[in-house]
């Protein structure tokens, strides 16, 4: 009895008890992905969205401060995890080349759905992957929409990249090409700020729906089996409350007020 006490009681501290050398999580994500995530302003490290409501969420159940701050372009925050100089990437789809460098926390946070955005005025008969082939294309640099499709559009598609979210959009605008691939909540976002959602349209046939994940570095000091497991137990939780649709919410709203 006495036995079955001390391991309940192990299971409810929280994480900065059991693991003294990992008091303070450092994260990231892609600032260029409302209403999940986006970056307060030009000189701003603080990133808003419903990730960061997430995160807050996970760092009070784990005990631990979690710093969630803008450190660069995704790229750039893909590449700080590899190296270990973060320890989280606060939303990421799942790919092979990236499991090499980072744990995946499952479950899933959110689902999210990926559309071929075209101008309304261009608008072309789509139902599946190969109906893009023979046509021009543009998604942001360092993206990827599943292990699947990255490897098809690799060999099937002629797809630009883009150094920005907006940049890619106003391509697809002003005719450079002819469909432009990114996820339908952030894409939306930024067209309605630049005030082009009434010229573009997703097409009803999605490229596909992700899982995105939390994830954390394999290089990371704070990788245990201990804490990969509570952050999994974590996210359990706020699955059963239905959190994440909330913060979502929220996100949209935020997003909303800030380009008002």
């Known amino acids: 009895m006495l036995l079955r006490f001390v391991l309940l009681l192990l299971a409810l501290l929280p994480l900065s008890s059991l693991s003294e050398e990992c008091r303070r999580l450092t994260a990231s994500g892609n600032s260029e992905y409302p209403p999940y995530l986006w970056r307060a302003g030009d000189d701003s490290l603080e990133m808003l969205g419903a990730i960061p409501k997430l995160m807050d969420y996970v760092s009070q159940q784990l005990g631990i401060e979690i710093v969630l701050k803008y450190v660069g ?33 499952r479950p899933a946070f959110q689902k999210t759905r990926t559309a071929v955005w075209v101008r309304k005025a261009g608008a072309f008969p789509y139902q599946q ?99 990969r497991q509570k952050l999994s137990d974590i996210l359990i939780s706020a699955q059963q409350q239905e959190l994440m649709a909330q913060y979502l919410k929220q996100g949209i709203s935020e997003w909303e007020a800030r380009t008002q």
Not at 78 to 89: F, S
């Open 73 to 105: 372009p995704w790229g750039r925050v893909q590449e700080d995890v590899a190296e270990g100089e973060i320890d989280l990437i606060a939303g990421a789809f799942y790919t092979v080349p990236r499991s090499y460098r980072m744990d995946y926390i």
């Open 129 to 227: 992957w190969s109906d893009l082939q023979g046509r021009s294309g543009v998604t942001v640099i360092n993206n990827s929409f599943g292990q699947a499709f990255d490897e098809y559009a690799e060999h099937h598609l002629n797809i630009h990249e883009a150094v920005r979210l907006n940049q890619g959009l106003n391509m697809l605008l002003g005719g450079r090409v002819e469909y432009f691939i990114y996820e339908d909540n952030p894409a939306r976002a930024y067209a309605a700020e630049l005030g082009i959602l009434d010229q573009i349209e997703a097409l009803d046939v999605p490229i596909g729906s992700e899982d995105l994940f939390l994830t954390i570095s394999k290089k990371s000091d704070c990788n245990t089996p201990e804490l």
